[in-house]
């Protein structure tokens, strides 16, 4: 501050006010011109090389597909804290949703954080695993593309999406039995899957096998939700081994768990990092019928899924 007072009176001294005035505006204009051009405002060389030579924007290495309420929120905001790892700010529903796929692959990469090379780009959206012409898009647009898999016992997830969708729905807790049984005139009770998406997404086998038509079981990784919640270090241990990264997100990060999983994480900064508070809410209690007859409906639904992917989840047990 004293420099700018000594400097600007040397320019009065030397030219009087009003050739200082015009000399200052000149000399102001310049600092702006060069503030403005090695700055985020202007196209400084080192931003140019940024967005056109070291760092771009391109297709994902890697996609976070489903399942939807089984954890995967949690599991790229995880990631996210990993140095080697740029994740898409939200979910972008490019490969189910058939009005954005026509818009072009390029509109999708456009959505993609800026990378390197030393990169790895993944892309999170939970509803890409039930979608049938999801896989061979995918495929198209990435045959070498990494695939994260959540599952959550179908039975536990039906509730956690139904409490989701009740929240931007008129639906009530009440309408959940008519949602997802039927009764026959003739007395027979069942599960059926036609008035609501939400139950047939857990048909796990039947999903799974439509994505092994295009990648191989190499490219797939199926972590368990419940594993995730408990300890979720070793499952981001998995993760990041399967996706070829070094292991950066270990137990060290993690505070003791106080039975919210969403309030566990500590970041670089050490501060406990929440996930929203809608994360993990109570379940009501499901009628016993209903609850059984799921139980039947998704049991050899569970069983072909647990011989496919080699894993035992035990959900329906008991």
């Known amino acids: 501050m004293e420099f700018l007072k000594l400097f600007t009176l040397t320019i009065i001294r030397k030219n009087g006010i009003r050739s200082s005035i015009v000399n200052l505006l000149g000399i102001i204009t310049l600092v702006y011109c060069l503030i403005y051009y090695y700055t985020k405002v202007g196209k400084s060389p080192y931003k140019t090389k940024l967005e056109h030579g070291m760092m771009r924007k391109r297709i994902p290495d890697a996609l976070i597909i489903g399942v939807k309420k089984g954890g995967t929120f949690a599991m790229a905001k995880f990631l996210q804290y990993h140095p080697e790892v740029k994740i898409a700010v939200k979910e972008r529903h490019f490969?189910?949703?058939?009005?954005?796929?026509?818009?072009?692959l390029q509109s999708y990469i456009e959505n993609m954080p800026l990378s390197g090379p030393e990169h790895l780009v993944i892309e999170r959206t939970a509803t890409y695993f039930n979608k049938f012409t999801v896989a061979k898009r995918v495929h198209d647009a990435n045959p070498n593309m990494k695939l994260i898999l959540l599952v959550r016992n179908p039975i536990d997830r039906l509730v956690s999406d139904f409490l989701e969708t009740q929240l931007y729905s008129h639906h009530h807790w009440s309408d959940f039995n008519n949602l997802v049984t039927k009764t026959y005139s003739d007395g027979r009770f069942e599960v059926h899957d036609n008035l609501w998406v939400g139950v047939d997404i857990g048909?796990?086998?039947?999903?799974?096998?439509?994505?092994?038509?295009?990648?191989?079981?190499?490219?797939?990784?199926?972590?368990?939700?419940?594993?995730?919640?408990?300890?979720?270090?070793?499952?981001?241990?998995?993760?990041?081994?399967?996706?070829?990264?070094?292991?950066?997100?270990?137990?060290?990060?993690?505070?003791?768990?106080t039975g919210n999983f969403w309030n566990i994480f500590c970041g670089p900064t050490g501060k406990s990092t929440c996930l929203f508070e809608n994360k993990g809410r109570k379940h009501p209690e499901l009628n016993e019928t209903v609850r059984i007859a799921l139980k039947d409906y998704y049991r050899p639904r569970v069983a072909a899924f647990e011989t496919m992917v080699g894993m035992k989840f035990g959900w329906l047990e008991g």
């Open 95 to 104: 490969f189910e949703n058939d009005i954005n796929y026509a818009k072009g």
């Open 203 to 257: 048909k796990y086998d039947i999903h799974y096998q439509n994505w092994a038509q295009y990648f191989p079981p190499s490219q797939m990784l199926v972590v368990s939700s419940e594993k995730f919640v408990e300890k979720p270090w070793e499952e981001l241990e998995r993760v990041q081994n399967f996706l070829g990264i070094s292991i950066q997100i270990t137990k060290s990060n993690f505070s003791s768990n």
